[in-house]
C-alpha cells in the first residue's frame, strides 16, 4: 500500500485536528472564497504553518495573547488556526466596542500582538500607544503594511519554523472571548482547545455540515458562534466564503451568486433581510439551513420566515462559557411546530433541548430541582464548558456551583421532553441586534452624567432590533438635559449598540421597591404588554 503524500492527523482534541483532516480528505478543494482570493485547503494550510513559524519568530512564548481587531476576512478564519496552534492565545476583539473598553480588554488579557484590518487601523494606533503589554501591530489586510507594522501575509510567505504544531493539551488555553460585565468591566472566559473541539463535534451533531457545504460566514468572527462554524465546517471539508458584515441585499447576491448551502443569522438580520425588497427576486434555491441565534425569535417572525425562505431552521441557544452551545431546536422541531399540534406548535418558542454532551437542569433559588414546568436558573455542564474567567478567580468561583456546574442566571421552565423555555435574560441583559448589552454598563455611563439623578435601564420592543435600549431618568433638582443631551453623552463612553434609542426624562424619582430597588418590572411592563404584536 502506498505512503500517503499527507500526513494523517492524529491528534483529536486540539485544534490542530480541523486543518489537518481537511488536508488529508480535500486538498485541492477550494477551503475559502473572499472576494477574489480563493484558497485550497493544501494552500490554506502552507500559509498558516508560515504564520504559526512567523508569530513564533517573533519571539511569542507559549501561552501568550495575540489580539486581533478585524472584519471577516480570510485572513481572520487563518488567525483562528495559526494562533492556538502556535500554543498562543487568541484574543479576538469585538470591534464594535469603545476605544476605552478596547483599551481595558487589551490590558487586562496582556496581549503582545495586535492584528488589526484598515478600517480598525487608527483605533489599533491608539492601543498601540495606550497599551504597556502591546509591542507592535499586524496588518490584517491587501496591500502593503504601513510603517512600522508587520505584513499578515508575509508572516505567511515566512519559511516555517516547523510544518507540525508545536506540541499541544487540549487543557490549554486556545482563545480568550470577552462578555459584556455585570460589575461594570469586561470578564474574559477562557476557552480551551479540548473546550472548542467538543463544542465542534456538538455543532456538527446537531447541525449536520457537508464537504459539499458552502458556509457563508456573516456573523463577526470574534463571536463564538462564527468560532463553532469555522472550525466544524473544516472537519467536513467544506467551503468557507467570507462576507464582512450583513447586509441584505449582499447577502441576497452571495447566497445567489455563490450557492450559499448554510449561514448564521440573528433574528433582526432575518427580519431585514425578509423586509428587504430584493430578496423575492433572488434565487436561494441551494440555502437549505440557517442557523438562527444570539436571542430567541419571536414566534410570528420566526413563521414568516418559514413561510417565506427556502431553507430549513435551527436555532442555537448557549453562551460564551459554553463555548457556546447548550440547547438547539432542530430541524424536525420546526417542522413538527407547522404540523398543527399544539405540543409541537408551543415548543416553536422553546430553545429546544440539551445537545449530546450537555448535562442542563434547573434550579430553584435554594439550590434544589425544579419540578416539570417550574421556573428556575438554568446550570449546566459539559466538555465545552469554560475553565474560568482570565484573572477573575472571585467571580469564577461565583459562576459555578458547589459539585462543578455553570450558572448561566437565565430563567426557564423545562417539559417532560427536556425542551427549554426561555422566559427572563440573564442579569437583565439586553439582546439588541445579536450584540449583548448588560444593562449595568449603560446605567454607569448615564449616571456619569452631571445632571442625572437616578437611571434605568432595559429592553423595549423594536421591529428591527427585536429590542432596544431604553433608559428612564430621573433629573436632579435644579439640573436640565435632553434625551439628545444624555445619549451623545454615552457615545463617548460605551459601543454604539449599547447606546440608547430612546430616552425618557422625569422630574420626579424611579419607583422603588420597599428594599429601595428601582422597579424596572413596573417601567419595563407597557412596553412588552403586546409584545409580538409588532412582529405579526
Not at 470 to 491: F, S
Request: proline letters at 7%; one cysteine or more.
Amino acid at each position: 500500500m502506498p505512503t500517503p503524500s499527507i500526513p494523517i492527523p492524529h491528534r483529536h482534541g486540539t485544534l490542530d485536528t480541523p486543518l489537518s483532516r481537511a488536508v488529508f480528505t480535500s486538498a485541492d478543494k477550494v477551503a475559502v472564497v473572499d472576494g477574489t482570493h480563493r484558497f485550497t485547503y493544501r494552500q490554506m494550510a502552507d500559509r498558516v504553518a508560515g504564520l504559526r513559524g512567523g508569530l513564533l519568530g517573533l519571539g511569542l512564548a507559549s501561552g501568550d495573547r495575540v489580539a486581533g481587531l478585524a472584519l471577516n476576512s480570510f485572513r481572520h478564519l487563518e488567525a483562528w488556526f495559526a494562533i492556538p496552534t502556535a500554543n498562543l492565545i487568541f484574543n479576538d476583539l469585538n470591534f464594535r466596542l469603545a476605544p476605552a473598553e478596547l483599551e481595558f480588554i487589551v490590558n487586562d488579557s496582556g496581549a503582545r500582538i495586535l492584528l488589526a484590518d484598515a478600517t480598525h487601523w487608527p483605533v489599533a494606533l491608539d492601543l498601540l500607544d495606550r497599551c504597556p503589554a502591546l509591542e507592535r501591530l499586524v496588518w490584517l489586510d491587501d496591500g502593503s503594511a504601513p510603517d512600522g507594522a508587520l505584513g499578515w501575509d508575509a508572516l505567511a510567505a515566512a519559511a516555517p519554523l516547523t510544518a507540525d504544531p508545536p506540541d499541544l493539551d487540549a487543557d490549554s488555553v486556545a482563545g480568550i472571548t470577552y462578555t459584556g460585565g455585570t460589575t461594570g468591566r469586561p470578564k474574559g472566559v477562557m476557552q480551551t482547545h479540548g473546550n472548542l473541539i467538543a463544542n465542534t463535534k456538538q455543532l456538527l451533531w446537531a447541525n449536520p455540515l457537508f464537504a459539499h457545504d458552502r458556509f457563508l460566514h456573516l456573523t463577526p468572527m470574534f463571536h463564538s458562534a462564527g468560532v463553532a462554524n469555522i472550525y466544524g465546517l473544516t472537519l467536513v471539508g467544506g467551503t468557507h466564503i467570507i462576507c464582512p458584515g450583513f447586509e441584505p441585499e449582499l447577502v441576497g447576491r452571495l447566497i445567489e451568486e455563490q450557492s450559499i448551502s448554510v449561514c448564521v443569522l440573528v433574528p433582526t438580520m432575518v427580519n431585514m433581510f425578509l423586509h428587504h425588497p430584493g430578496t423575492a427576486q433572488r434565487d436561494l434555491s441551494s440555502w437549505r439551513l440557517c442557523i438562527y441565534a444570539a436571542s430567541p425569535m419571536p414566534v410570528p417572525l420566526l413563521r414568516r420566515a418559514m413561510d417565506q425562505l427556502p431553507c430549513e431552521w435551527n436555532q442555537a441557544y448557549g453562551m460564551t462559557e459554553m463555548c457556546p452551545h447548550v440547547s438547539q431546536l432542530t430541524p424536525d422541531d420546526h417542522r413538527l411546530g407547522l404540523s398543527g399540534d399544539p405540543v409541537f406548535e408551543a415548543r416553536l418558542a422553546s430553545a429546544g433541548q440539551p445537545c449530546i454532551g450537555v448535562d442542563v437542569r434547573i434550579e430553584r433559588a435554594d439550590g434544589t430541582i425544579a419540578d416539570l414546568g417550574e421556573v428556575g436558573e438554568i446550570v449546566v455542564r459539559g466538555p465545552n464548558m469554560m475553565p474560568g474567567y482570565w484573572n477573575r478567580p472571585e467571580e469564577t468561583a461565583r459562576a459555578f456551583t458547589d459539585d462543578g456546574w455553570y450558572r448561566t442566571g437565565d430563567l426557564a421552565s423545562v417539559d417532560e421532553a427536556g425542551y427549554l423555555f426561555i422566559v427572563d435574560r440573564a442579569k437583565d441583559m439586553i439582546v439588541s441586534g445579536g450584540e449583548n448589552v448588560y444593562t449595568t454598563e449603560v446605567e454607569t455611563a448615564i449616571m456619569s452624567h452631571p445632571a442625572v439623578l437616578e437611571v434605568a435601564v432595559f429592553g423595549i420592543p423594536d421591529e428591527r432590533w427585536v429590542e432596544a435600549v431604553h433608559a428612564e431618568i430621573a433629573l436632579k433638582a435644579g439640573h436640565e438635559a435632553t434625551a439628545d443631551d444624555i445619549i451623545a453623552h454615552c457615545r463617548m463612553l460605551i459601543g454604539g449598540y449599547k447606546v440608547p434609542r430612546s430616552v425618557t426624562l422625569r422630574s420626579e424619582p424611579l419607583p422603588k421597591s420597599g428594599a429601595g430597588k428601582i422597579l424596572k418590572k413596573d417601567l419595563r411592563s407597557p412596553y412588552w404588554t403586546d409584545r409580538d404584536s409588532s412582529l405579526t
